[in-house]
């Protein structure tokens, strides 16, 4: 596969949230806020990038009947670097999104990337991978997050911007089941676009 | 020159082909609105039964009239109005415009999503449209009712593939929308007023104090505050009785409703949790409105018979068990219509399972 195609398919035609359906649970829970959001995104991208570059490094020399203890300890290793780091430089961050660092571990999309691709190409092409995958996942988490945080809250990234205007918030977009409905609408949105992705 | 005649030259340029042809839905919808369709079927046997949707659709919403004509009575009673004729109107001028505006902003939604789909524009929003004010507070400000009308219909509805497929009853998830998004206006001490007037509802203060200011006469008459449709069980009964007689509402729903109201309310008063009687609860709040109204959409409620029995006893009773367990809400009937119209599905499936599974026994034992 080329590596343009390589980079640019798993952000929209093949995005791991909106068409794999994988990673739904974090990403109804860190996108009350913006700010969240973004790291929680950057540290997925951190760990999907670097799990499947590692991966693909060691997938000569690993048994197939131990790799996935081998993946998990790579995954969990570099899930403890990231939740360490966020601790030491991003305290009030690292709080807010609480266990949800340390869920990194069973995203799916980590695990589902190494086990499809990083096991049979090339480290760049699935360093690539991981770094797009990332990306495809912090995209939809953004795109949530603000619309959540606008209108639950009215701010972006904490500074006012609805609420100057005599906007009342809507208390709605702060729970949890309103980020399944956002992420539905994307999905909807996408697939009238996409045509050949709607199901019969 | 006669409707019909208008009706018929203007058809060319909403037909096929025709310059506003886009516009084919709405101009169907409004043809069949003013005269029956008397196209018929090409091939085939069909056998039609003569009650179609529109027929049923508007059932309801003459069911919902003498609810709606008292309430709007009532809001001009608790504002402290003299006279039956003025304190009707005071209500009828508050009432009119959350009407208009849920019937503007839903009946646009489906008009635009018909044209898209390139589908008949259906009738069911004619009832939703009529709902959705009678559950809300009057004060409630018309632009929450223009956007729990839209998310409603968008996302309870639309997205599902319209009328007909929708999992939730669309008025009750346009008042929990409002409820959960808006939760200051939507309830509390000052919404059940159009005057500026404050004070707890009957339920609110069933549920802090175990009493109400109010006479079980009053509650049954519609006599006290709460969102528009609610409040009069008497006009409620009377849309009931509309409704069973012609056959649109499920008699099994209904009564199975009340019975797991008054079961569980025996139940929590002979326990000692609450300490007024089990039949309070059918009078006070939405009860009576969501039991009558609301549990018995066709669409939502359980589809077989055994279904609906168990669908109606637990929407009755998680009901009456939401409001004397949980202190943050002091209404529970809304809540648990939605729980139960989610669980509708699962209700008919083991039903029907069960029904297979007793009939190939049958079988067996017949070999």
């Given at each position: 596969m080329k590596l343009s195609k390589n980079f640019t398919n798993p952000l929209a035609a093949n995005n791991p949230v909106i068409v794999q359906i994988l990673g739904i649970c974090s990403a109804l829970a860190v996108t009350v806020k913006l700010e969240p959001a973004c790291v929680m995104g950057l540290s997925v991208i951190f760990v999907t990038a670097f799990s499947n570059l590692v991966m693909s490094l060691l997938r000569n020399g690993v048994p197939s009947r131990i790799r996935i203890i081998v993946q998990l300890v790579v995954i969990a290793t570099l899930v403890i670097v990231v939740d360490q780091f966020l601790r030491a430089y991003m305290y009030d961050v690292s709080k807010q999104l609480s266990v949800y660092v340390g869920l990194i571990i069973t995203n799916c999309i980590v695990m589902g990337r190494v086990e499809a691709f990083a096991l049979g190409n090339k480290p760049w092409d699935a360093f690539v991978d991981g770094v797009a995958n990332g990306i495809g996942y912090a995209l939809i988490l953004i795109i949530v997050a603000f619309f959540r945080e606008l209108f639950g809250s009215g701010t972006l990234f904490g500074f006012d911007v609805l609420a100057r205007f005599g906007y009342v918030n809507n208390s709605l977009m702060l729970f949890p089941p309103m980020a399944l409905i956002i992420v539905g609408v994307i999905i909807w949105i996408h697939r009238s676009i996409n045509k050949d992705l709607q199901e019969k | 020159m006669g409707l019909r005649q208008f009706v018929d030259k203007i058809k060319p340029t909403f037909s096929e082909g025709g310059k506003l042809s886009f516009l084919h839905s709405t101009f169907e919808g409004f043809e069949t609105f003013l005269y029956v369709p008397n196209t018929t079927t090409q091939r085939g046997a069909h056998v039609r039964d003569c009650n179609d949707i529109k027929r049923v659709m508007i059932m309801v919403v003459l069911a919902l009239v003498p609810a709606m004509l008292v309430g709007m009575y009532n809001v001009g009673y608790q504002a402290g109005i003299e006279g039956i004729l003025p304190a009707f109107w005071f209500g009828f001028l508050k009432a009119l415009p959350t009407i208009i505006v849920s019937y503007v902003t839903g009946l646009a939604i489906e008009f635009a999503f018909a044209q898209k789909r390139k589908h008949e524009i259906n009738e069911g929003f004619l009832v939703t449209g009529l709902l959705i004010p009678l559950v809300m507070p009057v004060t409630v400000p018309l632009w929450i009712v223009a956007l729990s009308t839209a998310f409603a219909v968008i996302i309870g509805k639309e997205v599902f593939g319209g009328t007909g497929m929708n999992v939730f009853n669309p008025a009750l998830l346009a008042r929990a929308f409002a409820f959960f998004a808006y939760t200051p206006q939507m309830s509390g001490e000052a919404v059940w007023y159009a005057d500026g007037k404050t004070g707890a509802t009957a339920l609110e203060q069933l549920a802090?104090?175990?009493?109400?200011?109010?006479?079980?006469?009053?509650?049954?008459?519609?006599?006290?505050?709460?969102?528009?449709?609610?409040?009069?069980?008497?006009?409620?009964?009377?849309?009931?009785?509309?409704?069973?007689?012609?056959g649109v509402a499920s008699w099994r729903i209904m009564l199975s409703v009340f019975v797991g109201g008054l079961a569980f309310g025996y139940l929590f008063d002979a326990v000692g949790v609450t300490d007024y009687p089990a039949y309070y609860h059918l009078l006070v709040g939405g009860f009576a409105f969501g039991a009558v109204f609301m549990a018995t959409d066709p669409v939502t409620s359980a589809q077989t018979n055994c279904g609906k029995w168990i669908y109606g006893f637990m929407v009755g009773a998680l009901a009456v068990l939401i409001r004397v367990v949980n202190p943050a809400y002091p209404e529970g009937m809304m809540l648990s219509i939605l729980f139960m119209n989610a669980l509708a599905p699962l209700i008919d499936y083991f039903v029907v399972e069960r029904n297979i599974a007793r009939r190939k026994k049958l079988i067996k034992n017949v070999k």
């Open positions: - | 802090t104090t175990g009493d109400m200011q109010w006479s079980v006469m009053d509650a049954f008459l519609g006599l006290i505050p709460g969102s528009l449709g609610e409040t009069s069980t008497a006009a409620i009964l009377l849309g009931a009785a509309l409704l069973l007689f012609t």
